[in-house]
C-alpha cells in the first residue's frame, strides 16, 4: 500500500433493498465525494419505501472475513459504521478497529428505522456503548438514539446542549454531532456539535417531508470529507448541508411517501 492510492472510506452497515439507505445511500455518498467507496454488510434487510419486512444477519466470520479483505488491499481513510444489529456483530467490528486502527470513524448508532421498525437487538446497547464509542471520532445519533444511549429524554434546546457534555464527559466520545430533527417542531433544525474543545451549531430550515436515509448520508458525508483531509467541525458542517441539498431534490421511487435523497444534485450544488 502506497500514498500513491487514492482514498478510499469503508462503510460497515446494512443494506438496504430498496436503495434509499444504509450501505446503499453510503455507497452513493461516498461517489458523490470522490472518494473510492468500500463495503462490508452487517445485516442485510428486505425493505422498500414503506417498511422494514425482514432483517437477516450474516454470520459474523463473513463479515470479519469482507472487514480484512478491505483493509489488505485499499488505502482506507475512514470508516463508517450503521446498522449492527447485535452484540456479537459489534463485538466482531469493534475488534476489527482496534487491530486496523483506521484514520477516522464515524459512528452513526443506528437503533431504530424511520418507520419505527427496530434495528437493535436488546443485548446490543452496552455493547455499544462499551466497546464502540470509545473507538469513535465522532458519533452522529438523533433524538431518539441520543436518549436510549444516555438512559433520559432529550426534550429541549437545554437538555441537547447538556447531552452534548454527558457524551463527551461521561460516555468517553471524542466528539458528537447530535441531529435534531426530532427536537420540536420549530421552522428550523439546529445540529449541534462538540467535541470538548469547539462548540458550533448548524442550522437548515426544516422541510415538510418525510426522507429516507439522512442519518446514513450525514455519517457518510463525515467520513468521505475526513478522508479528504477536512478538520472534523468542517466535515460536519458540510455534511450537513450536502444533506440539506440532497433532501431539496429527493424523490420518490416506490409507493409510499417517503423521500429518497438526491445524491448527485447534491453534489452538484455543493
Not at 482514498?7 to 436503495?19: M, R
Not at 459489534?90 to 477516522?104: G, K, N, S, Y
Not at 457534555?165 to 462538540?194: N, T
Not at 431539496?248 to 444534485?265: A, N
Request: hydrophobic content about 50%; charged content about 20%; glycine content about 10%.
Amino acid at each position: 500500500m502506497t500514498a500513491s492510492q487514492p482514498i478510499s472510506v469503508l462503510t460497515i452497515a446494512g443494506s438496504d433493498s430498496g436503495g434509499g439507505a444504509g450501505i446503499q445511500a453510503d455507497l452513493k455518498t461516498f461517489a458523490a465525494h470522490r472518494v473510492h467507496g468500500l463495503s462490508a454488510i452487517a445485516a442485510l434487510t428486505a425493505q422498500h419505501t414503506r417498511g422494514v419486512t425482514a432483517v437477516e444477519v450474516p454470520p459474523t466470520a463473513f463479515l470479519r472475513a469482507q472487514i480484512e479483505a478491505c483493509f489488505e488491499d485499499f488505502r482506507i481513510g475512514a470508516v463508517k459504521l450503521g446498522m449492527l444489529a447485535n452484540a456479537e456483530v459489534i463485538h466482531a467490528v469493534a475488534d476489527a478497529l482496534q487491530a486496523h486502527r483506521p484514520p477516522h470513524v464515524v459512528l452513526d448508532p443506528v437503533m431504530v428505522a424511520t418507520s419505527g421498525a427496530k434495528l437493535l437487538a436488546d443485548d446490543a446497547l452496552g455493547a455499544l456503548r462499551d466497546r464502540l464509542l470509545p473507538l469513535a471520532s465522532v458519533v452522529t445519533p438523533n433524538i431518539p438514539e441520543a436518549e436510549l444511549l444516555l438512559g433520559h429524554p432529550v426534550v429541549d434546546a437545554a437538555t441537547a446542549e447538556s447531552a452534548l457534555a454527558e457524551f463527551v464527559d461521561d460516555l468517553g466520545v471524542a466528539a458528537v454531532l447530535l441531529k435534531g430533527g426530532h427536537l420540536g417542531r420549530d421552522e428550523w433544525v439546529i445540529d449541534r456539535y462538540w467535541d470538548g474543545d469547539c462548540v458550533a451549531q448548524y442550522g437548515h430550515p426544516r422541510l415538510d417531508l418525510e426522507a429516507h436515509g439522512t442519518g446514513c448520508t450525514l455519517a457518510s458525508a463525515i467520513a468521505a470529507r475526513l478522508a479528504l483531509g477536512h478538520p472534523l467541525p468542517e466535515a460536519c458542517e458540510r455534511a450537513a448541508h450536502y444533506v440539506n441539498q440532497a433532501l431539496l431534490g429527493g424523490y420518490r421511487p416506490g409507493r409510499g411517501e417517503v423521500l429518497v435523497l438526491d445524491h448527485f444534485g447534491a453534489a452538484r450544488a455543493a
